[in-house]
Nanobody
Framework: QVQLVESGGGLVQAGGSLRLSCAASKTGSIDSINGMGWFLQAPGKQRELVAT???????NYADSVKGRFTISRDNAKNTVYLQMDSLKPEDTAVYLC??????????????????WGQGTQVTVSS
């Protein structure tokens, strides 16, 4: 199992900044955490990718946040961050972090599973 604890959401004016954090804790048979990232879910809409980061640091961003958001991670702490700058009202949503947990057996990758956090509300006022 992987437990995810998010923090850093809140209310901010347009043009402002927020920094989200998501700390992952491994238990049981999960041996390591691979990819991590953030999705958002606005009311009445489907969940959308915001940004992802691999264990080696490769990143991927939605076009809507490129140049404004920066994803990073601390592998020693199994924590992923999302620095959000130049926020817009349309960024308002619940932001959910995820982590890909890897299980090894006999020294080889055996299974993967995606775990989700509960989400943190980001509200950007105009």
């Amino acid at each position: 199992q992987v437990q995810l604890v998010e923090s850093g959401g809140g209310l901010v004016q347009a043009g402002g900044s927020l920094r989200l954090s998501c700390a992952a804790s491994k238990t049981g048979s999960i041996d390591s955490i691979n990819g991590m990232g953030w999705f958002l879910q606005a009311p009445g809409k489907q969940r959308e990718l915001v940004a992802t980061i691999s264990s080696s640091g490769s990143t991927n961003y939605a076009d809507s946040v490129k140049g404004r958001f920066t994803i990073s991670r601390d592998n020693a702490k199994n924590t992923v961050y999302l620095q959000m700058d130049s926020l817009k009202p349309e960024d308002t949503a619940v932001y959910l972090c995820y982590a890909e947990g890897l299980e090894y057996r006999s020294g080889r990758p055996y299974s993967t599973k995606i775990y989700w956090g509960q989400g943190t509300q980001v509200t950007v006022s105009s």
